[in-house]
């Protein structure tokens, strides 16, 4: 495939944004791997040797033939778009022509090129050439090289034709931090290419190529592994044919970050910054995460070309996106459909080493068992005041729809706390009250409802931040002669319940209306400690599956933990052959 690099007509010039975008080390590992992933390189390695202020990047994209090289350097010269209208069509990173004329202007620029499938013209067209070029884009030498199809840039005394730059820059080892945050953005976006970074000479980034961005991630960020993470692709097809948006998340009861660090949107395959978008994605982790701790969420939203206009900056970090709110809608659903359990997410893996080294901590230990509820347990003082008798209604009633369906069944209750769960992947342990408080939070959340107490709660001594706390979250107070108050509407939930004084008590102490929801619901959730029927476990069971995040409670703590069968055996080691292990 030829090239054919033009020069850009002068109108078409003046509709795109230039500007100074080569200014570090980083800008210029940017533009030239971008020109491979342009080229259809499948694998790319780049050489950097910071001191020297050289640059190589060499890839086995479709290369240049001898007429390309002429004018890969001259500026606003471009093989990706030929007229206006066609900056509307853009499904290259590159478009402007600028790069590598500007490298001209800023370094020594070398190219190296070979193309490759180059079934007419002469030998000329078949050979590799290496060539150097002037300051300003003209060629200085030209000479056939004998090379593999594919392009090595050389760019070397970076800055050396406008020192002032090198003295802005920040030092050495900040650049490379700069480099390698390029390379993972840029990477994530193309996880089929293989990727090399040298740094002087020391193998310094390497990644295997995989099928998506999700599989990617792991080989790039630390300690998150497979398992904890989640991938979705929803297509979009009301709204443009090939539209479509994937989305993967770290899951919320196994990988969150101090910072919002990773959360991360592309747009046809380029990482854009979208600050409304990245705040649509972090109120949908909203009350699933603990307090402070951020999601893992890469977005990337495949939009027709037409929709996008990629000159809100030179660097093309910024986008303008058509239909903002559509797309945050869009995102808001994917991350729902992400965060459920489903029959996708069922069979989702625990890294076999973390369960060997649960059962290995639980075996030195010796505390785990699992009872068989022959006789009832008796009570201890210890235990919370709930008791079967006294667990809501619903808990009561069985759903077993949902139980055929997906096969879920309740085998037994550990030390009044645990659910062990069976399902055809294996096995899950689900803490009682946490599972609870979950569904409880949101159907609070659903039908946030006030009723009346009769007669009313009397409460003494609040002061007047108390009172205007309890009138903000809608509870109906008054005064009721010196330092008394009297609550005449509670929350719904709380009204049946003893400890009812405490719990108002509580909610005046501060915190919106969803924190004094998520504390409705803690208060409210059955205790560690209560002996529960299987029909009951099943039914709790049955609600927990069906709600909208059904990995952490509200406080963002782990509900459930997942022992998969292919685990299990690994562990027990069940693909042993039994003959040669008993040395036959
Ligand atoms: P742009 O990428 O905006 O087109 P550049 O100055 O970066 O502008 O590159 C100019 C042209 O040189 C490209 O349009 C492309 O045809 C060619 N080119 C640059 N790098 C490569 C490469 N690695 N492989 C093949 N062609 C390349
Ligand atoms: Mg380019």
Partial sequence: MANTIQTLPQEVVHLITAGEVIDSFAAVVRELVENSLDAGATRIVVYLYPEQWRIRVADNGCGMNYEDLQYAASAHSTSKIHSGADLWKIHSLGFRGE???SLTMLADLEIMSRPTNCYIGTDINNCGFRVTYSNGGEIQEIAATAMAPGTVVTVSNLFGYCKARRQGLPNTSQQLKAVQETIHQIALCHPQVTWQVWHNDRLWINTSPAATMGKLLPQI???????????????????????????VIGLPDRCHRHRPDWVRLAVNNRMVKAAELEQTVLSAFHRTLPRDRFPVCLLHLSISPEHINWNRNPTKSEIYLNNLHYWQEQINQAIEQ??????????ETVQTSRVSKLITTAEKQNTYR???????TPKTDTEAPDTVNSLPETLKTQHSELSTQHSFKVVAQINNMYIVVEHPGGVWLVEQHIAHERVLYEQICDDWQLVAMEPPLILYQLSTANVEQLQRIGLEIEPFGENMQAVRTIPAMLKAREDCHQAILELSQGGDLKAAQVAVACRSAIRNGTNLTIEEMQTLIEQWQRTRNPRTCPHGRPISL???????????????VIGKSHGI
């Avoid at 992400?338 to 069979?347: E, F, M, V, W």
């Avoid at 055996?569 to 069940?574: A, C, D, I, T």
């Fill in 221 to 247: 960020l630390n300690r998150v592994r497979q398992g904890d993470l989640h991938e979705l692709t929803l297509e979009l097809a009301s709204y443009a044919c090939r539209d479509n948006i994937y989305l």
């Fill in 370 to 376: 699992t009872r068989r509820s022959i006789q009832p």
């Fill in 99 to 101: 790069a590598l004329h």
């Fill in 562 to 576: 997942s022992l998969l069968e292919t685990s299990l055996s690994k562990y027990f080691k069940r693909h042993w």
């Fill in 338 to 347: 992400a965060l459920r359990i489903n029959s996708d997410t069922l069979n």
